[in-house]
């Protein structure tokens, strides 16, 4: 995947994550628990395009 697309797609759900917590009104918990599964979610998808998550399935514990 090109490193554009990456960047297109951070870039993309950081203003979606800010247009969400702009405008629409929601009690802070809620926008905190939001915004902690969006950054979590584009972590494990980051870790599986570079390949990091296919790595560790090789691991025996």
Do not use: C, E, H
């Amino acid at each position: 995947m090109p490193v554009l697309t990456i960047f297109l797609v951070i870039i993309g759900v950081g203003v979606l994550l800010w247009l969400i917590n702009r405008y629409i009104p929601m009690q802070s918990t809620i926008k905190g628990i939001l915004n902690a599964v969006v950054v979590i979610i584009l972590v494990i998808w980051l870790l599986s395009v570079f390949g990091v998550l296919d790595s560790l399935q090789n691991i025996r514990i």
